[in-house]
């Protein structure tokens, strides 16, 4: 498995170096200070999505888009020959692809002695969108919680990077012909590998970007003061998910603004075509995140009173990606609101086309006009957050409103970190010296002031606690806290630590203390970094196959049902589970208790309500023998009516899970039996098929 992985991995990497190498020739860029094979994959990606948005919303056949990813990975092999591009890596490069592999090896160690921590988090979502789209006829249409065909879901539906290692798996399966076992560990360990290299691939760049002329010891310091916000649970263990890429792929939409702003490449802004376009197919939370961006670098424009057709021309494009997305999300029941953005976006195209005509003296007027608009606008968000600080969510979330949400601990509900509370000494340490650091910067005034000046408006527009209750409430709901995002990734930092090296300069003996201190402490959190109120998700249970990232017991239990569903024909077969995995594994199939399900359940306890159904009851496995979590206590006697009542096919029993019988604890699945029979078992499961 690990094999095949590498192999995709580096063929994938090689045709985003491929590509990479055409983009910074035609925007003679530099290749030494440009992350140019993460830029290459993230523009194959978004071009990609934009094809996932008309497939999924139209059901077309997956074929057609297993044909446009062919294109898509064959199609930099002759543009680079057309180009006629040097392919031979400098010096420099050639130093960071092997840095790069060699990082990548470190964590991807890391990573295979960490569980998916399904018990806590979405991995089984995921896994489970992954290994049914490469099975599917269409794209888009099946829960990953529970494997049931459903209406497509916007947030989840349109996410192109899945769809993307889908029709990867398909090919490989038809290829090699692996129809007979999981490939879920293809995409887990190809997704870790692409992810570790490109992380490292920015990492490297931007230090080289940055501090070219520094000390060796300054890089390495900038190295692992990165690493500090780069080595948590989520980025060691979930480099599958969207979520986690969507942060690298934020960091090379801050990089090509950077290079407009700083180095004034005018051509550049039309990679955020795809770049945004890829950030949404990483996740949706990407497309607010792009949006904030967006407009907050238009209003740079328009401070810095730019009247160049060419750049708004290219702004107003790079903006599709987010015109598509918005029409599809308001499609359903906001019809009007769909019409109504795109008649802005018509609008606003038509606008730039007469820029060609305008003469100084509109341009002035215009320019005065859009300065009143934005001081309007963040006025309205400051007046609107406060009347709404108190409704910004119902039910049991509402003790998230107010003003408070900004400063709150992200990390206990999403894939974030606390940057204001800490919930550790690490975590404290962590947050001091990078608000020092920041504060360095905020007086570093010379020290690029133009894309400070742009940082700036994104927090005056978006990220501040006075406008929080309205973005909030009609835009970002409860994830606001991955907007921090676009600032805490691996480019910004690096321009931060930047700043700082520049003030310390001034005082060599403080400067060589401090950074000593810096790269001690950096390594320590770095160590410590997955102490975390969810590392107990994460450790490895007896049996556990890092190759697999699962136990040898589950692994073989997937197998062995594979094998059975394919000789019994049946179509989506309903399965009861106590193995909540078993969805990230095995395609085709829908299950009784999702993870979803399995990790909500304990909370019930609290609310003292009664138990959803018999057999949720009976086969929810409790933390302990006895532990009480609805009203009514499972009755394990009627085990086989609450197996008949589920309309299951099939039951995979945990045999660690035990009843008490006069004087003794027998396994449960001992009278299961009594309504199914056994059709494979090992030393911690059994699967067994119903009669019917």
């Not at 990609?48 to 059901?59: G, I």
């Not at 690298?248 to 795809?274: G, P």
């Not at 997305?325 to 609101?337: D, E, P």
Request: glycine residues 4%; aromatic residues 20%.
């Amino acid at each position: 498995m690990v094999e095949i992985s590498i192999v995709i991995s580096l063929i994938l990497i090689f045709d985003s170096y491929l590509l990479g190498k055409c983009i910074s020739k035609y925007f003679n860029w530099n290749a030494d200070y440009f992350p140019i094979i993460t830029i290459g994959f993230f523009v194959i990606l978004g071009i990609f999505e934009f094809f996932v948005f008309a497939f999924v919303k139209f059901q077309f056949s997956v074929y057609y888009i297993l044909f446009v990813q062919y294109i898509l990975l064959i199609i930099p092999i002759f543009v680079a020959i057309k180009v006629k591009v040097n392919l031979i890596p400098t010096q420099k490069e050639l130093k960071m692809i092997l840095g790069g592999a060699l990082f990548t090896i470190i964590f991807a160690f890391l990573m295979g002695n960490q569980t998916l921590g399904e018990a806590a988090f979405d991995s089984n979502f995921y896994l489970s969108m992954v290994i049914e789209n490469s099975t599917s006829p269409t794209l888009g249409t099946i829960n990953g919680y529970t494997g049931n065909i459903e209406n497509i879901s916007t947030l989840h539906g349109y996410q192109g990077f899945y769809y993307f290692h889908s029709l990867l798996l398909k090919n490989i399966r038809n290829i090699l012909s692996l129809n007979n076992t999981s490939l879920t560990p293809v995409y887990l360990w190809t997704s870790a590998l692409t992810y570790f290299y490109m992380l490292s691939d920015i990492l490297f760049h931007s230090i080289n970007l940055f501090l070219e002329k520094k000390s060796l010891h300054t890089k390495i310091v900038a190295l692992f003061f990165v690493l500090v916000f780069f080595t948590n649970y989520f980025n060691i263990s979930f480099p599958f998910y969207g979520n986690t890429w969507k942060t690298l792929n934020i960091a090379c939409n801050m990089l090509i603004l950077y290079e407009f702003i700083k180095l004034n490449n005018k051509k550049s802004l039309f990679l955020l075509t795809f770049l945004n376009s890829s950030l949404i197919g990483f996740s949706s939370s990407g497309f607010f995140i792009a949006c904030f961006i967006e407009i907050s670098f238009f209003f740079y424009l328009i401070w810095k009173k730019e009247q160049n057709y060419t750049i708004y021309l290219e702004y107003w494009i790079s903006c599709l990606s987010l015109l598509i997305f918005a029409l599809l999300y308001f499609s359903g029941n906001y019809t009007k609101i769909s019409i109504l953005i795109l008649a802005i976006y018509c609008l606003a195209g038509y606008t730039v086309y007469l820029t060609k005509r305008f003469d100084a003296i509109f341009w002035k007027k215009l320019l005065q006009f859009f300065k009143f608009i934005f001081l309007i606008s963040v006025l309205l968000l400051v007046i609107v957050s406060y009347f709404v600080r108190n409704s910004m969510f119902s039910g049991s979330d509402s003790q998230f409103n107010g003003y408070s949400f900004f400063f709150r601990l992200n990390s206990l509900g999403d894939m974030t970190l606390n940057y204001f509370i800490p919930v550790n000494k690490i975590e404290f340490v962590r947050n001091c010296v990078f608000w020092f650091i920041i504060f360095i910067n905020c007086f570093q005034g010379k020290y690029e002031k133009e894309y400070k000046f742009f940082l700036l408006l994104i927090i005056i527009l978006f990220v501040n606690p006075f406008v929080t209750p309205f973005v909030v409430k009609y835009m970002t709901s409860i994830v606001y806290s991955r907007c921090f995002e676009i600032f805490i990734n691996p480019f910004c930092l690096l321009i931060f630590y930047t700043g700082l090296i520049e003030w310390l300069e001034k005082n060599k003996n403080i400067e060589i203390l401090f950074l000593l201190a810096l790269e001690i402490g950096s390594i320590g959190i770095i160590v410590h970094n997955n102490i975390s109120y969810y590392s107990k998700f994460f450790i490895p249970q007896k049996g556990y196959n890092p190759v697999y990232r699962v136990t040898n017991d589950q692994w073989e239990l997937y197998q062995n049902l594979i094998e059975e569903l394919q000789s019994s024909k049946l179509e989506r077969p309903l399965i009861l589970n106590q193995d909540i995995a078993v969805k990230a594994y095995v395609s085709n199939i829908r299950v009784l208790i999702d993870a979803n399900t399995s990790r909500s359940a304990p909370a019930y306890s609290d609310e003292n309500i009664d138990a959803p159904s018999d057999w949720l009851n009976i086969f929810y496995v409790r933390d302990y023998y006895g532990q009480h979590i609805w009203k009514q206590d499972p009755d394990y006697s009627k085990i086989c009516d609450a197996i008949i009542d589920s309309n299951c096919d099939y039951v995979i029993m945990d045999k660690e899970v035990v009843v008490l019988k006069g004087d003794l604890y027998l396994p449960l699945w001992f009278d299961a039996r009594g309504c199914s029979e056994v059709i494979y078992d090992n030393d911690r499961y059994v699967l067994l098929r119903v009669r019917k």
